[in-house]
């Protein structure tokens, strides 16, 4: 399965190349506008070529990604889906409630996790022991938040709040929450999780 | 007294006289002034937190830095945007529709009720730390265990004015793009009206060429005036939620606690976005782009490139600045997929489209009038250019519902997309403008020094790209927005981040000395003198 990492790495590689490009474009236009002369007239053309080349790209930039990454189509249809588990995690006063520490999860299952706050808005993102965020989501009071995932590797994850509650919210963290086992070719990390 | 001494008080060569001016000058530069200084707020706000993110400071508790975290994007924004893109719009409308100001006396209260405004919500942070983040994600701003509610009123004042400001500002431009100046023919308002909202252009698109209709606004006002819509629109959404966080402020101060349940969140936080997304998505892209084809006409003295399109386009972004708001709540479960697709996905991704051709035009109406020099105006205008074409398809990028899921709320969403929008795209444009507007509004003052203009150019354009860049590495990294690290988690990213922000803070500091260097500080103090001769008078006959 693709992972978070993967569709990082790729769209890094991708606005890079897209950031370096352009501003030598920028800085190409900018050295040839003191030079030269006027040509006598720009082609319409070239403008309505641009204008499809822009429609084109934000368009299937969705299309692609909705084929490419896995959760994207997962979440969409999440509300016909069977998951093999299902984690009613409650919020309340800057406080995850968990029904266990850790939540043990088997390697490629289907698993929801579910929850609700009930004061303030917050967010609810699990992160690598390297800090780095495999997902995340945000929990509004009065609704329901549940978000599909299916994990592909062996791991411990934290639970962090990715949304701000006010002062009293910077330390909603609970370390090494999550523990997933039974990948086959890995070992269980057993790395200490980082507190943002 | 000796010659750097004396130019610091008289101006370079003396050539700026402040007691020439008219007062739609005086009130203008009042306008930039003032801006500019809330922007030096907002650039200190954003270092104090720049180096927060290398390390905490102890003097600055948790709640004083969620406090700067709150005011210094408002500080920004309305602060220091609105009042050097609304004071320079005052200015412009009239010269471009070469007709007075319909109320001075409205533009004068627009200026006083957004500085005074911004002042109030800004020391009430300083002092009180009312901290609900400009988002005000319900009920963070009405939760008392956390936030006084009278802290709170005072703040929610503040932003109120700068609201009452700013409408006052939109009613003096429909007004001046419709009025009859006394003693002249009528003129056809409603023609003057469907022109600026771009009716008109959107028609022609339609028509054979001889049968299309003239303009009856350049396309410029045309831009402000559609931005003006958006402005209105948001001020009323801010307004009205201003008052309902005020409705439970006042009851808790009076001993009764409202349920904050009586509110949905989540229609709360759809109905702010829409709103807030005026600006972001709205206003600020339709205003950028007027004042590039503004500066691009007045640079090249051509004729904007693919007029009609560019008019069309600017009536196209009113329903896309309207239906865009959803790619804002895409990490939010409860939201309707409909409206994730539609709106979150399908319309944003439309702006690539609405920017791109700005972008365009402007670069092609530039290359139709070569060789040109290389001016000041020309160069931050490019560098505005620029930070769109790297900030919008960063935007896009997070508004997509996969990507969304591990973008949200990380580093990467204000470093490339936002501070690259703003400090690069807008505020590049906005210096373009201000070096333009310089000689006209100062009646020829002359820069006192090239080397610092370039100095300026170089260091903010460097130091605009690197903070956005390093800030968006660090969120692909995993990095929160809105949180505090004291493990030097992201340690080598936030000092990168924070030597490109010294590097802003240099440039910004560069130009306020060329500037009063330019005009002196006598000229500045003369500004906020009394003008001579009549409001109805924008420049000088002799000018």
Same mark, same amino acid.
């Given at each position: 399965?693709v992972?978070?990492q993967?569709v ?6 991708i606005y890079?190349?897209?950031?370096l490009t352009i ?5 190409w236009?900018a050295y040839?506008?003191t030079r030269?002369?006027a040509p006598?007239k720009?082609?319409t053309?070239?403008?309505y070529?641009f ?5 084109v ?13 896995p959760?994207?189509?997962q979440?969409?249809h999440?509300s016909e889906?069977?998951?093999?588990q299902v984690f ?5 006063d800057?406080?995850f409630?968990?029904p ?15 929850v ?14 390297d ?7 945000q929990?509004?009071?009065g ?9 592909g ?19 909603m ?7 997933v086992i039974?990948?086959?070719?890995a070992?269980a990390?057993t ?6 | 007294?000796?010659?750097?001494t ?5 101006g370079?060569e003396?050539?700026f006289?402040p007691e020439t ?8 530069l009042?306008?930039?002034? =003032?801006?500019l200084?809330y922007?030096?707020f ?10 927060y993110?290398?390390?905490?400071i102890?003097?600055i508790?948790?709640?004083h830095?969620?406090?700067? *975290?709150t005011a210094?994007? *408002?500080? %920004?924004?309305f602060g220091?945007t609105?009042?050097?893109?609304l %004071?320079?719009f ?19 209260w627009?200026l ?5 405004g911004t002042f109030i ?7 009180a ?13 009405a ?6 509610p *009278?802290a709170?009123s ?10 009452v400001?700013?409408a006052l ?8 793009i ?11 308002a409603g023609?003057l009206?469907a ?10 698109l339609f028509?054979?060429k001889?049968?299309?209709r003239?303009?009856?606004v350049p396309?410029?006002v045309?831009?402000?005036?559609r931005?003006?819509v ?6 009323s959404?801010?307004?009205f939620?201003g008052?309902l ?6 009851a808790?101060?009076?001993g009764t606690s409202l349920?904050?349940t009586?509110i949905?969140?989540?229609l ?6 829409? %709103?807030l997304?005026l =600006?972001?998505?709205g ?11 503004l500066?691009a006409?007045?640079?090249t003295?051509k004729p904007?490139f693919m ?7 600017l009536?196209?972004?009113?329903v896309?600045?309207w239906t ?10 409860p939201?309707?997929e ?10 944003t991704?439309?702006e690539l ?14 290359w139709?009038a070569?060789?040109?020099k290389?001016?000041?105006?020309l160069?931050?205008l *490019?560098g505005?250019l620029l ?9 896009i990028m997070?508004?997509?519902?996969g990507l969304?899921r591990?973008l ?8 490339p997309h936002?501070?690259?929008a703003?400090l690069v795209?807008?505020t590049m444009?906005?210096?373009?403008a201000?070096y333009y507007l310089?000689?006209v509004?100062?009646? %020829? ?5 090239q080397k610092?203009?370039?100095?300026h150019?170089?260091a903010?354009?460097?130091g605009? =790209?690197g ?5 968006g590495?660090a ?5 929160l927005r ?8 992201f340690l080598?990213?936030m000092?990168l981040a924070?030597i490109?922000?010294a590097l802003?803070?240099?440039?910004l ?5 060329n ?10 103090v003369g500004?906020?003198?009394r003008?001579?001769g009549?409001?109805?008078?924008l420049?000088p006959?002799?000018a």
């Amino acid at each position: 399965m693709v992972d978070s990492q993967t569709v990082l790495w790729g769209q890094t590689l991708i606005y890079t190349l897209y950031a370096l490009t352009i501003i030598c474009v920028v800085a190409w236009v900018a050295y040839q506008l003191t030079r030269g002369h006027a040509p006598p007239k720009i082609p319409t053309k070239l403008f309505y070529g641009f204008v499809a080349f822009l429609v084109v790209t934000g368009i299937s930039l969705h299309i692609v990604t909705y084929n490419t990454i896995p959760w994207s189509p997962q979440d969409l249809h999440r509300s016909e889906a069977q998951p093999d588990q299902v984690f009613e995690i409650s919020v309340a006063d800057h406080r995850f409630e968990l029904p266990s520490n850790p939540i043990t999860i088997q390697c490629d299952q289907e698993v929801l996790f579910d929850v609700t706050s009930q004061d303030l808005t917050y967010g609810f993102g699990l992160f690598r022991a390297d800090s780095s965020m495999l997902f995340q989501m945000q929990v509004v009071p009065g609704h329901r938040n549940d978000l599909l995932w299916t994990f592909g590797e062996n791991g411990v994850y934290t639970i962090h709040s990715t949304e701000y509650s006010g002062p009293e919210g910077i330390d909603m963290n609970v370390p090494n929450a999550v523990r997933v086992i039974g990948c086959e070719g890995a070992s269980a990390e057993t790395a200490e999780g980082t507190t943002p | 007294m000796s010659a750097f001494t004396e130019t610091l008080m008289e101006g370079n060569e003396r050539a700026f006289r402040p007691e020439t001016l008219t007062p739609m000058q005086k009130l203008t530069l009042r306008y930039v002034i =003032i801006g500019l200084g809330y922007y030096g707020f907002a650039a200190i706000e954003g270092m104090i937190l720049r180096i927060y993110a290398i390390e905490p400071i102890p003097l600055i508790g948790t709640k004083h830095y969620f406090g700067i *975290l709150t005011a210094h994007p *408002l500080v %920004g924004i309305f602060g220091s945007t609105y009042l050097l893109a609304l %004071g320079a719009f005052t200015f412009v409308v009239p010269l471009l529709m070469k007709k007075p100001l319909w109320s001075f006396r409205f533009a004068k209260w627009t200026l006083g009720l957004i500085a005074v405004g911004t002042f109030i919500f800004w020391f009430t942070d300083f002092i009180a730390h009312y901290a609900p983040l400009y988002t005000l994600y319900w009920p963070l701003p009405a939760d008392f265990s956390q936030f006084g509610p *009278l802290a709170g009123s005072i703040f929610i004042s503040g932003i109120a004015l700068v609201m009452v400001g700013t409408a006052l500002w939109v009613i003096n431009m429909f007004m001046t793009i419709a009025h009859t100046p006394s003693g002249a023919e009528p003129q056809p308002a409603g023609k003057l009206l469907a022109s600026a909202l771009g009716f008109t252009g959107l028609a022609n698109l339609f028509r054979k060429k001889d049968a299309r209709r003239e303009h009856f606004v350049p396309l410029p006002v045309a831009a402000i005036a559609r931005g003006a819509v958006d402005v209105a629109l948001n001020t009323s959404v801010i307004l009205f939620t201003g008052v309902l966080i005020l409705v439970y402020m006042v009851a808790e101060m009076l001993g009764t606690s409202l349920k904050t349940t009586a509110i949905d969140a989540l229609l709360y936080k759809n109905w702010f976005w829409w %709103g807030l997304d005026l =600006i972001a998505d709205g206003l600020v892209l339709i205003f950028v782009a007027g004042t590039w084809y503004l500066l691009a006409n007045l640079i090249t003295g051509k004729p904007i490139f693919m007029q009609n399109v560019a008019r069309a386009a600017l009536a196209v972004e009113l329903v896309v600045s309207w239906t865009v708001w959803s790619h804002h709540l895409l990490s939010d479960q409860p939201q309707p997929e409909v409206l994730k697709i539609v709106s979150g996905e399908m319309v944003t991704a439309f702006e690539l489209f609405t920017q791109g051709l700005a972008f365009f035009i402007t670069l092609a109406t530039l290359w139709s009038a070569r060789p040109l020099k290389m001016t000041n105006p020309l160069k931050f205008l *490019l560098g505005g250019l620029l930070g769109f074409a790297l900030a919008v398809p960063a935007g896009i990028m997070q508004a997509d519902v996969g990507l969304n899921r591990i973008l949200h709320n990380t580093q990467w969403v204000v470093g490339p997309h936002v501070h690259v929008a703003v400090l690069v795209g807008l505020t590049m444009t906005l210096y373009s403008a201000v070096y333009y507007l310089l000689p006209v509004l100062t009646n %020829g003052a002359k820069l006192w020094s090239q080397k610092l203009a370039t100095f300026h150019f170089w260091a903010h354009l460097a130091g605009g =790209i690197g903070m956005g860049a390093f800030m968006g590495m660090a969120g692909l990294q995993g990095m929160l927005r809105r949180s505090i690290y004291t493990n030097d988690e992201f340690l080598p990213y936030m000092v990168l981040a924070g030597i490109c922000g010294a590097l802003l803070l240099a440039a910004l500091a560069a130009f306020l000395f060329n500037i009063v260097m330019t005009v002196g500080l006598k000229g500045v103090v003369g500004i906020f003198r009394r003008g001579k001769g009549g409001v109805e008078v924008l420049v000088p006959a002799t000018a």
